[in-house]
């Protein structure tokens, strides 16, 4: 049997017919309930910390899956790409490469 994050990589159509149709009241649920909205599962703690290195916080958002943070970050305070450096290397006989990077795409071509 498949969990939630294994299907949404088959199919991700279930998220969008998941979302509530009216917000989602909290009240009503137990104490217990309550008190792990916004906290990351034990699974995805390695994860969280991860993003959290990469100067990624919570923006007061919950998943819709887990009830766990969401997390945002501006793109040019992400670490990984503030402390992104171009540099020219010297080829050693390999055949060269012209390299095309962007943000979302990261493209080689061999010429």
């Known amino acids: 049997m498949f969990n939630n994050n294994e299907i949404s990589y088959i199919n991700n159509s279930f998220i969008a017919e998941s979302i ?3 917000p989602f009241l909290v009240s009503p649920l137990n104490r217990s309930a309550q ?3 916004g906290i990351p599962n034990d699974n995805a703690v390695p994860a969280f910390k991860m993003m959290e290195s990469q100067n990624f916080k919570p923006n007061g958002l919950v998943d819709i899956i887990d009830a766990g943070p969401c997390l945002d970050c501006k ?3 992400i670490k990984t790409i503030k402390n992104n450096q171009s ?3 010297k080829s050693f006989g390999l055949p060269e ?3 095309q990077r962007s943000y ?3 493209r ?3 010429i």
């Open 104 to 106: 979302f795409k990261y």
């Open 87 to 89: 540099v020219k290397i």
């Open 97 to 99: 490469k012209a390299i």
């Open 35 to 37: 008190r792990i909205i």
């Open 20 to 22: 509530p149709k009216h």
């Open 108 to 110: 080689s071509k061999r």
């Open 75 to 77: 793109l040019n305070e």
